[in-house]
Nanobody
Framework: QVQLVESGGGLVQAGGSLRLSCAASGSIFSSNTMAWYRQAPGKQRDLVATVTGSGTTNYEVSVKGRFTISRDNAKNTVYLQMNSLEPEDTAVYYC????????WGQGTQVTVSS
């Protein structure tokens, strides 16, 4: 059973930056397209960014140019560098496969103050 552990969240002012990390157990990590998702209070969980096993990335429109997803397959870890943060980015952030997700981790809270 793959386990996902997200970290790196916190409280920042608008315009600030954070780098999220997600460590995955198991050896099948590198063959999967990985993704970051976020869920704001009272809203559904939305896809933010994806990265394929070979490093091709894709982003939701509102974060394009501000967020960068990357991965280190040797470390079974995926990252999300978030710059120019806005209050609308406030949410719990989760990582998982882009398709047929594994059990969800606990997520990491990102709070952006105005």
């Amino acid at each position: 059973q793959v386990q996902l552990v997200e970290s790196g969240g916190g409280l920042v002012q608008a315009g600030g930056s954070l780098r999220l990390s997600c460590a995955a157990s198991g050896s099948i990590f590198s063959s999967n397209t990985m993704a970051w998702y976020r869920q704001a209070p009272g809203k559904q969980r939305d896809l933010v960014a994806t990265v394929t096993g070979s490093g091709t990335t894709n982003y939701e429109v509102s974060v394009k140019g501000r967020f960068t997803i990357s991965r280190d397959n040797a470390k079974n870890t995926v990252y999300l560098q978030m710059n120019s943060l806005e209050p609308e980015d406030t949410a719990v952030y989760y990582c998982n496969k882009a398709f047929a997700p594994w059990p969800w981790g606990q997520g990491t809270q990102v709070t952006v103050s105005s």
